[in-house]
């Protein structure tokens, strides 16, 4: 089985405060993952060191600088399963229609987001669609939050809370 560790909408106040969060999560909720997404909005990319020797894949949030290499949106193949990354833009209601869009005619198993702040874990027509929340900044969220995806079988998704 395969552990996907999921995160988005991180808005580090500076590196050093996004490497020790990493640190922390590194140790617990994503000590054996497999591989990283993050579904943008990491405002201080070179955070991201902390990661260092995990496979990992972002793509660019509404807060982030353009990024040579960081796309906009991508799928990510793992486990013999299609996996869509995007960050997401605009108001809450209507989010996923709007991301589901992005990716018409592909076939995906899971369309992980973020924006929203407010974490997300179901299926609709078959495709799971997954958004961590946020671990530093909550908004309307019960809970700060990240994610696990777990690829055996079949793909499922499971919400976080972290402290």
């Known amino acids: 089985m395969l552990r996907i ?68 949106k991508r799928i990510v193949a793992s486990g013999g399963f299609r996996i869509g990354l995007i960050h997401g ?5 209507g989010l996923e229609e709007r991301v589901m869009a992005e990716f018409a005619g592909e076939a995906l198993d899971c369309l992980v987001y973020g924006h929203s702040h407010h974490w997300a874990n179901h299926r609709r027509d078959g495709l799971l669609l997954f958004n961590p929340g946020s671990p530093t ?14 690829l055996g079988q079949d793909i499922q998704g499971h919400i976080l809370p972290i402290n």
């Open 137 to 150: 900044d909550r908004r309307a969220a019960p809970f700060h939050s990240v994610g696990i995806l777990e």
């Open 89 to 93: 833009w605009g108001a809450p209601d």
């Open 5 to 72: 560790g999921v995160l988005s909408d991180t808005h580090f106040s500076s590196p050093q405060d996004g490497m020790e969060l990493l640190e922390r999560l590194q140790g617990r909720e994503f000590r054996e993952v497999d591989l990283i997404l993050h579904a943008g909005d990491v405002v201080h990319p070179e955070s991201l060191i902390a990661f260092d020797g995990i496979p990992l894949y972002l793509v660019r949030g509404n807060m982030d600088p353009p990024q040579a290499g960081v796309p906009i």
